[in-house]
């Protein structure tokens, strides 16, 4: 096993690399503007929108790259100057039962990085997002979530740390295997439940309203042979005027769920368009793949974790004398991320492929001229970069950049 001091240095390498190569991809990316704006694209911003569409990426790049610092001065902080040892310390003063220590600790780190966090999150909702026309919050609905979130965050984060601390004392050897088991369980029900149970906890859901949209929806939906009975509108507008649409739950709670600003900005042909697009997640099951890969991921990980946790060189590498779960699950966490970047590049070309096809079945079974201009629409509210740079769109876009999209579809 590498020594502590090696395991030590080793994280702090990986730290340094994730914020240089993720700062330096997104430099590459701002220069991406400064390229002629493709043919396809070429009329969907006037030189004043473009403009715009720039100044938004740059502030928001900006405050970004702050952050960012800010996190990485936090992390090589503790890193250095034995703040994981200090807080498990703290933790060890308050109790002497493992499972509360635990939750206390994650406790005080979540409390640290949510105040270095939120005054950023306030700054981009109430300045950047207000000064680009997006926000439509009050602080009332930005306190109230930020408490929903806190409490939610907090009450499932204790259930499962419970549990999983509990297993990871008394499962022995194969603790790791029942580790995987109960966290599948849970990304399996909230994949089925999240838009009956949480969604409603911050917005409200009404089914879509009778009228020609749901006529051309159900239409469309029995020509392919698609079983829809959940077809929701959300209150997205509440908060920002940007648009979205998805696909949610498996078996008898599947749902579509439009937000109703992309009603309001969409022809009943588009949104019928974007559905057909939904839908061809469902068909090509593209849903249950990528749950079944990402718990094979999972797995793998919690193998990893189960190989490396209960050595002691990895406690003694953030300078805690004793291991524990939640000082291991901090390591492992570090010493993993280059993993984490490389399966997240996977998954998102996994991802880009699914959308591609997915687009491909609204084209073949609804049509392409629809989804083109509801696309169109889209990237113009939401200020787009037309042109992103290839290596970052291949690192981090979950979905292909517009004009690929749009070609694709033009075949």
């Not at 909230?190 to 020609?212: C, D, H, Q, R, W």
């Not at 061809?280 to 990893?304: A, D, E, N, P, R």
């Not at 991802?351 to 083109?372: C, V």
């Amino acid at each position: 096993m590498i020594s502590p001091n090696s395991i030590f240095w080793l994280i702090v390498a990986f730290v340094i690399f994730e914020f240089v190569f993720s700062k330096v991809v997104d430099f590459i990316n701002s220069k991406s503007w400064e390229q002629k704006v493709p043919t396809e694209v070429a009329n969907l911003y006037d030189a004043k929108e473009y403009e715009k569409a720039k100044n938004y990426a740059q502030e928001n790049g900006k405050v970004g790259l702050i952050s960012a610092i800010i996190g990485l001065a936090f992390s090589l902080g503790l890193l250095f100057f034995d703040g994981y040892a200090f807080i498990d310390n703290l933790v060890h003063s308050w109790t002497s039962q493992p499972i509360l220590q635990t939750l206390y600790f994650f406790g005080v780190f979540m409390l640290f990085s949510t105040l270095i966090s939120l005054p950023f999150s306030i700054y981009k909702t109430f300045v950047i997002e207000e000064k680009y026309g997006f926000n439509k919050m009050n602080a009332k609905i930005f306190i109230s979530d930020f408490f929903k979130s806190l409490i939610l965050g907090a009450l499932i984060g204790g259930v499962l740390l419970t549990i999983i601390t509990w297993l990871f004392l008394q499962g022995g050897e194969y603790f790791w295997l029942y580790i995987w088991l109960v966290v599948a369980a849970f990304s399996i029900f909230i994949t089925m439940f999240y838009t009956s149970l949480i969604v409603p906890i911050f917005n409200k859901l009404k089914p879509l309203e009778a009228g020609n949209l749901r006529s051309s929806i159900e239409t469309y939906a029995e020509k392919v042979g698609f079983s829809l009975k959940n077809i929701f509108v959300i209150d997205g507008s509440k908060r920002s005027s940007k648009s979205n649409a998805y696909f949610s739950g498996i078996g008898a709670k599947k749902a579509i769920v439009l937000y109703d600003t992309l009603i309001e900005d969409n022809t009943d042909e588009e949104l019928t368009a974007i559905l057909a697009h939904e839908v061809g997640h469902y068909k090509k099951k593209h849903v249950l793949y990528g749950m079944l890969i990402s718990l094979t991921q999972m797995g793998v990980l919690f193998f990893l974790f189960g190989w490396l946790a209960k050595n002691e060189n990895l406690a003694l590498a953030l300078g805690v004398k004793e291991t524990s779960f939640h000082i291991a699950l901090i390591a492992f966490s570090m010493l993993y991320a280059p993993i984490s970047l490389i399966t997240g590049i996977f998954m998102n070309m996994y991802s880009r492929k699914n959308e591609f096809e997915a687009d491909a079945f609204a084209k073949e079974t609804y049509g392409a001229e629809p989804l083109i201009s509801s696309l169109k629409k889209l990237s113009k509210k939401h200020l787009s970069n037309l042109t992103p740079h290839k290596f970052y769109a291949f690192i981090h876009f979950s979905h292909p950049p517009l004009v690929e999209r749009l070609k694709a579809l033009m075949k």
